[in-house]
């Protein structure tokens, strides 16, 4: 690649040499693929040994059956409990769909401050497919080539650093920018599933299949089969008291997504129960995620996070009400939750650029102006391709009054405009002038001259006079 071959401008090499230096930090691009639900469920069977001893004296032989997606039938020694897994019920959050995202991982240099080999995904990114084009044949896009920079449209007069925006060193900062203003990034991947994303393998028989982990803080709900002998069967549902030991809302932006709930629970039971926390009750405007279910041995702690949603735009101070409920419905604590909501901050972005006290116009941090985008005034072509309309508007008047001007001149040297103006301005007493006619009419006096006639014919005569005649008396 030879200067000689670049853009047919100055200022298109300069974006050249700046577009052929590859960044020194390069991604690998993962597709991922629709999300699996996995887990396994434990079946544990107590078994008495001597079925005719009293209950009192009774001893048990544990059994334990695992069930899968991959296994859903399994049975006990003995034929004495055939469990089967029927199928999930539909959840009132779906689980993450990330089917419209690459996965991009930082890799190399292993010296970059980005690689982090151990942990591959702290600064990796959920970046959207619109966001990309593969081929590299178009401006602006993750994945742009050379080609498109330099066959792109009006390249001698776009402004710096055009058809290179909307990279991935843009999206990564435009998430540290979000972080810094206490609002929750859009791609990273400590945005998705709350933080608790992951990597994984799974071994096959083609090999290795890498996969994200996303865990699901919500109830699920799976169908079991189970079939045993009837006789002496008694359902046992373990009941314990509990209490919110924490119930705190963060702050947040109006409309912005980003509220929650942090929850901690503690069971005061003996016995290993299962109990359900919730927020509900919410001020007008103000909404709250599904409830959690949470499985807690004796004096046992769980933290929950749930999710706030807030429909208006003028924020206040607004109320929710925590609730935890034991297995068989009753409640058990109560709480009420203080939340503090922000008015929603408004950026017109690029589309407007209006000035605001302290801060510079969009338009100003984007593009340069009219006199860097075209350094000559007689540039026209320039001023209509950038919308320079002012500028334009001033450079063709200019052109008209000189035009006019050079006109008027022309008229006036054609009709004698500016000997009239000399003698109005140098002119004389009307006594000098008509001693001055006088004289002139003496020496311009009318002449006539008798050429030598021509050969054969008749002699002209011609009079000749060198300027107009004036009257004058002696």
Same mark, same amino acid.
């Given at each position: ?19 052929r ?8 691009v ?28 009774v ?13 859903? /039938? ?11 897994? &029927?199928?999930?019920?539909a ?20 010296s ?13 990114m ?12 178009t ?13 792109q449209a ?21 998430d540290?920018?979000?972080?810094a203003?206490g ?24 090999g ?26 008694m ?13 705190n809302?963060?702050?947040f932006?109006a ?45 046992e ?26 297995? &068989? ?34 338009d ?37 009054? /000189? /035009? ?34 006088t ?22 005569k ?13």
């Open positions: 690649m030879t200067r000689a071959r670049l853009a047919p401008c100055r200022s298109a090499l300069v974006w050249e040499r700046r577009a230096r590859w960044d020194e930090l390069w991604y690998q993962y597709e991922v693929r629709p999300p699996q639900v996995f887990y396994d469920i434990t079946v544990s069977l107590a078994k008495p040994d001597d079925p005719t001893s009293s209950w009192r004296n001893s048990y032989s544990d059994a334990r059956l695992t069930l899968s997606h991959q296994d859903p /039938l399994a049975q006990a020694e003995g034929g004495d409990l055939v469990v089967q897994l &029927v199928g999930d019920l959840t009132a959050s779906a689980p993450h769909s990330l089917e419209s995202r690459y996965l991009v991982v930082p890799t190399e240099p292993a970059h401050e980005r690689v982090d080999a151990d942990n591959p995904l702290t600064h990796a959920l970046v959207d497919k619109a966001k990309f084009d593969l081929s590299g044949l401006c602006d896009k993750i994945g742009v080539s050379y080609s498109a920079f330099k066959w009006n390249a001698c007069y776009g402004r710096l650093g055009s058809c290179l925006g909307s990279q991935l060193d843009d999206v990564y900062q435009d540290q920018e979000r972080i203003a609002s929750p990034p859009t791609s990273l991947v400590s945005s998705f599933c709350e933080g608790a994303i992951e990597v994984g393998a799974q071994q096959a028989a083609a290795t299949t890498l996969f994200l982990g996303c865990p699901l803080q919500q109830r699920h709900t799976t169908l079991l089969r189970l079939e045993v002998r009837a006789e002496d069967v359902f046992v549902t373990n009941v314990a008291p509990g209490t919110i030991v924490r119930a809302a963060s702050r932006e409309l912005s997504g980003g509220g929650e709930v942090h929850l901690v629970i503690l069971s005061t039971g003996s016995v290993v129960a299962d109990f359900t926390v919730g927020v509900a009750d919410c001020s007008p405007g103000l909404a709250a995620g599904p409830a959690v279910t949470a499985s807690l041995g004796p004096w702690s769980s933290e929950h996070r749930i999710a706030l949603f807030f429909s208006q735009t003028v924020g206040g101070h607004f109320t929710c009400v925590a609730t935890l409920k034991n297995a &068989v419905g009753g409640v058990e604590d109560h709480v009420v939750i203080q939340v503090n909501i922000t008015d929603q901050e408004i950026d017109y972005g690029a589309q407007v650029p209006t000035d605001r006290d302290g801060q510079a116009s969009s100003d941090r984007l593009y340069a102006s009219c006199q860097d985008l075209c350094p000559s005034v007689l540039d026209l072509m320039c001023a209509v391709v950038h919308g320079c309309w002012g500028r334009l508007g001033a450079t063709l008047a200019s052109l008209a009054l /000189l /035009l006019g001007a050079l006109y008027c001149c022309w008229l006036g040297v054609r009709r004698g405009a500016f000997c009239r103006m000399a003698e109005c301005c140098c002119g004389e007493s009307s006594a000098q002038r008509g001693r001055s006619a004289v002139d009419a003496r020496q311009l006096a009318v002449f006539s001259v008798a050429p030598v006639a021509p050969r054969g014919g008749a002699a002209v011609v009079a000749a006079r060198c300027s107009p005649p004036r009257a004058g008396r002696e």
